[in-house]
């Protein structure tokens, strides 16, 4: 297991809210956040190196894949609700 996805995860161990399916769903986003900035070159990244330059790095890659924005903000929301319980806690 790579280190963003290691960091990631064990964020995610104390989150409670939602259902069983919820919290799968938000991991499975972060994994796939994590893997896509591996394939792009970001090696040994960490949860707490994050900036803005790699959010701005999947955006890229995943608008060259074709993803519609209904597929983007959901995992954007994840992110967003992962990194304002990370700064809290």
Same mark, same amino acid.
């Given at each position: =297991?790579?280190? #963003?996805? +290691?960091? $990631?995860?064990?964020l =995610?161990e &104390?989150?409670?809210? &939602?259902? /069983?399916g ?7 986003? $972060?994994?796939?956040?994590?893997? !896509? #900035? /591996?394939?792009?070159?970001?090696? &040994? $990244?960490?949860?707490? @190196?994050?900036? @803005?330059? /790699?959010i701005e790095?999947?955006?890229?890659e995943w608008?060259r894949?074709? #993803?519609?924005? @209904? !597929?983007?903000?959901?995992? +954007?929301?994840?992110r ?8 809290? &806690?």
């Amino acid at each position: =297991m790579r280190q #963003l996805h +290691f960091d $990631l995860r064990r964020l =995610m161990e &104390g989150d409670r809210q &939602g259902s /069983h399916g919820s919290r799968r769903a938000r991991r499975y986003v $972060l994994a796939q956040a994590a893997e !896509t #900035l /591996h394939r792009l070159g970001y090696r &040994g $990244l960490r949860a707490k @190196g994050l900036k @803005g330059r /790699h959010i701005e790095a999947l955006v890229a890659e995943w608008r060259r894949q074709g #993803l519609s924005d @209904g !597929t983007v903000n959901p995992s +954007f929301l994840v992110r967003k609700l992962l990194l304002h319980q990370y700064v809290e &806690g």
